[in-house]
């Protein structure tokens, strides 16, 4: 990719910074735990997503395609971070298929898409369950278009995400991280070193399928050891949380000074924090905290009134 086309996606912090956290919980542990924070990577494509798009982006480069189109929910992440990558490179236009009825789920979230240039069309649920259908998604095929799955999880995603590892100036016992679509616990079980073990902590309910598509994106990872996805801390579902759990993390968040929201970073947080109380986390763990951005969905969750 040449200079001039990487310039607009030129990160404004990368490495990302590695910020040490302070506790009781973890003193009484003898933990040390550190944040990468992948949301201080970009101002509007921060943490996975930055990393996941990365190659996308020199891939539809490298084939010629001029036209990104991707799947996302009324506030996603990944919608926004697409449209904003995209929609700073000229020429290269975006769509966002998007779940839901145009009337409803107007918001910030899309209006800043729709800013960076992205075409909208919603569908209804039952026609967005069929997102990886290839003869429903053959009516969006065409020779100039490079179609990127929800969350940017694809085999691009691995190498992008792999090149945290080497950003970390010591080896962990423990990288943390939250999980959904898989594409970013994909890439990081490629990255690491052998000795050094993984949890990720699945923010919707009935995660179990997230470990089958690890190993579809990265095939490795079937018999990579290290690595193991908690399935209990998703507090009621993706995208729900408790009052109780977004108090704890408001607390966490003023008492250390990491900026966290409830649906992925927080919520894996106190994920880890539970796992830890558990006596689940080996005494004297070095730990790495993957702040995988999400911030800007804070404000989605205001406009609901769930804030």
């Given at each position: 990719?040449?200079?001039q086309a990487?310039a607009p996606l030129?990160p404004?912090q990368?490495p990302?910074?590695?910020h040490?956290?302070?506790?009781p ?8 735990l550190?944040?990468?924070r992948d949301?201080?990577?970009?101002p ?6 930055w ?10 480069q490298?084939?010629?395609?001029t036209?990104l189109l991707?799947f996302?929910g009324a506030?996603?992440n ?5 449209a904003a ?7 290269l236009r975006?769509t966002g ?7 409803i789920?107007?918001n910030s ?10 075409e909208?069309?919603f569908?209804?649920?039952q ?12 009516q ?5 278009t490079?179609i ?5 999880s694809?085999p691009l ?9 080497a950003e970390?100036p ?6 943390v991280?939250?999980c959904?679509?898989g594409?970013t616990?994909?890439?990081l ?13 699945a ?8 470990q089958d598509?690890?190993?579809?994106l990265?095939p490795a990872a079937?018999?990579t050891p290290g690595?193991?996805i908690?399935?209990?801390h998703?507090d009621g579902g993706y995208?729900?949380?408790s009052q109780?759990?977004w108090q704890?993390v408001q ?13 992925y970073?927080?919520?894996?947080m ?8 558990a006596?689940r986390i080996?005494?004297?763990?070095e ?5 995988t ?8 969750l205001?406009?609901?009134g769930?804030?």
């Amino acid at each position: 990719m040449s200079s001039q086309a990487e310039a607009p996606l030129a990160p404004s912090q990368l490495p990302s910074p590695l910020h040490p956290i302070h506790h009781p919980l973890l003193d009484a542990h003898g933990v040390k735990l550190w944040c990468k924070r992948d949301d201080l990577i970009h101002p509007t494509i921060s943490g996975n997503k930055w990393r996941k798009l990365k190659y996308h982006l020199q891939q539809a480069q490298a084939l010629g395609k001029t036209h990104l189109l991707s799947f996302g929910g009324a506030y996603s992440n990944h919608i926004h971070a697409l449209a904003a990558a995209a929609g700073l490179r000229s020429g290269l236009r975006t769509t966002g298929i998007i779940r839901g009825e145009a009337g409803i789920v107007s918001n910030s979230t899309l209006s800043a898409a729709k800013g960076w240039g992205m075409e909208l069309i919603f569908v209804d649920r039952q026609s967005y369950r069929r997102r990886q259908d290839p003869d429903w998604l053959a009516q969006f095929a065409a020779p100039d278009t490079l179609i990127v799955p929800e969350g940017g999880s694809s085999p691009l995603a691995i190498p992008g995400v792999a090149e945290l590892v080497a950003e970390v100036p010591f080896s962990p016992d423990l990288w943390v991280l939250p999980c959904a679509s898989g594409g970013t616990l994909a890439g990081l079980i490629a990255g690491k070193r052998e000795q050094e073990q993984i949890l990720a902590v699945a923010v919707l309910k009935g995660g179990a399928f997230i470990q089958d598509e690890v190993c579809r994106l990265h095939p490795a990872a079937a018999t990579t050891p290290g690595w193991r996805i908690a399935l209990d801390h998703h507090d009621g579902g993706y995208a729900k949380f408790s009052q109780a759990m977004w108090q704890w993390v408001q607390a966490f968040s003023t008492e250390t000074g990491l900026p966290l929201e409830p649906i992925y970073s927080g919520k894996a947080m106190w994920g880890l924090f539970r796992e830890l109380a558990a006596g689940r986390i080996p005494r004297g763990s070095e730990i790495v905290f993957i702040h995988t951005g999400g911030l800007q969905g804070l404000a989605g969750l205001r406009e609901q009134g769930r804030l």
